[in-house]
Structures are given as structure tokens and as C-alpha cells.
């Protein structure tokens, strides 16, 4: 019999690769999709799996829906990765970062608990909750210390999830991920912002802002560092921890972490470009409050889960470069 999953989220760049990963192992799934003026399924078609997923029109942020969606698909294995999960934005918009990345989350784990209490339950923990980090390797042992309101709401989440794990006996793991990109990553994300810039400025193409040829990339915090790794390898791991026979927390993460400013020199270098002619840092960017660096102990996801990342930062940014050269290239055609 094949399983259902429900999944938050699913429009988002994680949604659409465990999309195709639960369906490539027979699973029926079942996506929750927010209300938006504009269509938000461009992920999944771009993975080719927009027509076998079933849409379920709902909100994080209304428990109502939450329940209909649950009682309508009945999932064995429900993933919540809706979220607001800008951290910049996280600031400008604290309270609904705290309504739909937060409390969102307590939603629905209270609707689980009401009516579907036996489908296991995955909560999208972040680096983010160890901000600015207790300990230089941080592990499922690092006590956390978020520096944004999207960080706190996120401990919330995973906060909320252990204690209905531990008060109600559900099914409910954490799964705190560190930075993972790819070609479908939202466009305000550094790395993305980035390569999306480096195909505009090697094929002489227009700016996102509508002010000419793109000629160069204005940044903040460049000495940044973070632990990135490729989304396809970490949707991988979510599913895993649902397949163990008990709930548990686990980091996934590469084990590396690299500044913006090296992973720009990849980017920039692989169309044959300096970084350094091109790169502007502008304060605009900076954040209230930085996370300065990240650097996560996968051990527990390579012992318990057989878990790894397989793709390395350089075929990452390769791979974003390349799509985005494509993208581009369409664009001007
Ligand atoms: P995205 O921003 O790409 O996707 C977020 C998804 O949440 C979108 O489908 C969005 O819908 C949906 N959403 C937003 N608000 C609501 C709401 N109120 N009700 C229902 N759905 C909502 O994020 P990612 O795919 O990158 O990340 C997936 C999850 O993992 C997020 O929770 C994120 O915070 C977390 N995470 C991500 C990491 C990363 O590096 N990518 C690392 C660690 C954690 P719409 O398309 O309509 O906006
Ligand atoms: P992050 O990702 O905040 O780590 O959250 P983001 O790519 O936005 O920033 C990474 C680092 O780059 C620095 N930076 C810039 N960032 C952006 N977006 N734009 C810039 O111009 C820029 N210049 C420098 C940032 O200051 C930061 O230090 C992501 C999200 O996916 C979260 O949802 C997730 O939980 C965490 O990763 C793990």
C-alpha cells in the first residue's frame, strides 16, 4: 500500500524537491497551498510534478484549514515547511513571521493531535536558532541563541514539536537544516541573488530593478559565513527521519562553511570573471542583528539516517550559475 504525505510549504524550493522525491518512492501527495494573487506552482512544474500532486487550498495561520486538509487526504507522514523564511524580512514583518513560521507550526501540530494523532510529523528546524553560535561546530547538543524574529519563531516551532512529542506521544521529529540552495532557491536569498547576477552581468543582460544593464551586485555582510549544502541531498534526509523507528532531532549539514564573498568567487569564476570588479558592499543590506557563522556537525544524520551531503559548494554554485545562464538567456532571447 503506498503512503500519503501532506506537505506545508510545498510551493516553496524544499516543497517541490520532496515533491519529487516522495513520489518517486509511490507516495500520494497532498500539498497545502496558500492563497496568492499570482500562481505559486512554478517549482513544481519547473521538476516536472505539478499534475501528480494534489493542491489543498489552506494556511498555516488558519487551523481550520489545517483540519480540512488532514481529514480530506488522511497522510501517514505530514512535513511542515511553510513558512515566512526570510530572515531579513523576519524583522520588517515580525508578527506574521511569528504567525505563520510560529505559531503555524503549533497549528498544526494541534490538528494532528486532534485528528490525525498516528501520521508522524516533520517540523523545518534552522541553523538559524543557534544565531549567534554557543559553540564553533554546532550539533544537536549546542544550546541555541537566535538573533532574528524568524530565528525565535522557528525555536517556537521546535520547541512546540518536542513537547507535543514528549506530552502526547506524537510522532514528531526536528530536522535542524542549515543553509541549502539550488537552481529553484527564491531570488532574495544571497547565493541565488548572486548567480542570478553573475548570468546577467556575463551576458549583458537587464537588472531585476528595471535600471539597464545589470553591471553590478550590491551585497551586505560579505564576510558572512555559512554551511551550504544542495536541496535535492537534504529533502532526502527530512523523509529519513520520518522512516526511523523513533522521533528524534538531527542536523543536516555539509560540515564546511565558506564566507559570501568565497562562494561569490565561484560563482564569478566560473563564467570567467573577477568578483572583485563586480561585487559593491552596501550597508543597506546589513541586518539588525548578523548571524556571522555557521558550521553544522552532521555525525548523528551519517550514523542514524546514513545520511550525507553528496554535492559539494562549487557543483552547487555551479549548478545555480548554469540555470540561471539558461534563465537568462531565455529571457533576452
Ligand atoms: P521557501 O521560502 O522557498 O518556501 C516557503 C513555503 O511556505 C512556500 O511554499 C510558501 O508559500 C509557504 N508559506 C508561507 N507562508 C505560509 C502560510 N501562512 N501558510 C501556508 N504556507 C505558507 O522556503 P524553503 O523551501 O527554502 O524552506 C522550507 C522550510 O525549511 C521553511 O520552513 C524554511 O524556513 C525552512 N528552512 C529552510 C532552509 C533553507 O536553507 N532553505 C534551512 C533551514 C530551514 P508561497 O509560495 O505561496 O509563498
Ligand atoms: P539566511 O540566508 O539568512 O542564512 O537564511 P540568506 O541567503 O538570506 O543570507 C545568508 C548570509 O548572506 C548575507 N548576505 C546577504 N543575504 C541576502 N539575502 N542578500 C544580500 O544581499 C546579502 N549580502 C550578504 C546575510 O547577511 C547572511 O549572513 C536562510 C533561509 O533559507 C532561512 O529560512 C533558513 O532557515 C536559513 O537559511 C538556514
Known amino acids: 500500500m503506498s503512503k500519503t504525505a501532506l506537505i506545508t510549504g510545498i510551493t516553496g524550493q524544499d ?28 517549482r513544481l512544474q519547473h521538476l516536472g510534478v505539478l499534475d501528480k500532486v494534489h493542491l489543498i487550498d489552506g494556511d498555516l495561520t488558519d487551523i481550520a484549514s489545517i483540519v480540512r486538509a488532514l481529514l480530506a487526504c488522511k497522510p501517514d507522514e505530514v512535513y511542515n515547511l511553510g513558512a515566512q523564511s526570510f530572515v531579513a524580512t523576519s524583522w520588517a514583518q515580525p508578527i506574521l513571521t511569528a504567525n505563520a513560521t510560529g505559531l503555524g507550526a503549533l497549528n498544526i501540530l494541534e490538528a494532528i493531535r486532534q485528528v490525525r494523532p ?33 530565528g525565535v519563531a522557528k525555536l517556537f516551532a521546535h520547541w512546540s514539536t518536542i513537547n507535543y512529542r514528549e506530552s502526547f506521544g506524537l510522532f514528531g521529529c526536528s530536522g535542524i537544516l542549515f543553509n541549502h540552495e539550488s537552481p529553484l532557491r527564491g531570488i532574495e536569498f544571497v547565493t541565488r541573488k548572486v548567480t542570478d547576477a553573475v548570468a546577467r552581468i556575463k551576458l549583458g543582460a537587464p537588472s531585476r530593478d528595471g535600471d539597464g544593464v545589470q553591471k553590478d551586485l550590491h551585497l551586505g555582510n560579505i564576510d558572512a559565513k555559512r554551511d551550504w549544502g544542495f536541496a535535492g541531498d537534504y529533502v532526502e534526509a527530512m523523509w529519513a527521519m520520518l522512516q526511523q523507528p523513533e522521533p528524534d532531532t538531527y542536523v543536516v549539514a555539509t560540515g564546511r562553511t565558506t564566507t559570501v564573498r568565497d562562494m561569490c568567487r565561484i560563482a564569478f569564476e566560473h563564467v570567467g570573471l573577477d568578483y572583485e570588479k563586480y561585487v559593491v558592499v552596501d550597508p543597506k543590506f546589513y541586518r539588525p542583528a548578523e548571524v556571522d557563522i555557521l558550521l553544522g556537525n552532521p555525525a548523528k544524520a551519517k550514523e542514524k539516517l546514513g545520511w550525507e551531503a553528496k554535492t559539494t559548494l562549487e557543483q552547487l554554485i555551479t549548478m545555480m550559475v548554469d540555470a540561471d545562464l539558461e534563465r537568462v538567456k531565455r529571457e533576452i532571447a
Do not use: D, H, N
Not at 524537491?17 to 496568492?36: D, H, I
Open 15 to 42: 516543497g517541490a524537491y520532496l515533491s519529487r522525491f516522495l513520489l518517486s518512492k509511490g507516495y500520494e501527495v497532498y500539498g497545502l497551498l496558500a492563497r496568492r494573487s499570482t500562481p505559486t506552482t512554478w
Open 118 to 150: 498516528e501520521a508522524k510529523f516533520y517540523q523545518a528546524s534552522t541553523s538559524e536558532m543557534f544565531g549567534k553560535i554557543q559553540e564553533p561546530v554546532q550539533s544537536e547538543r549546542t544550546p541555541f541563541y537566535p538573533r532574528s524574529p524568524y
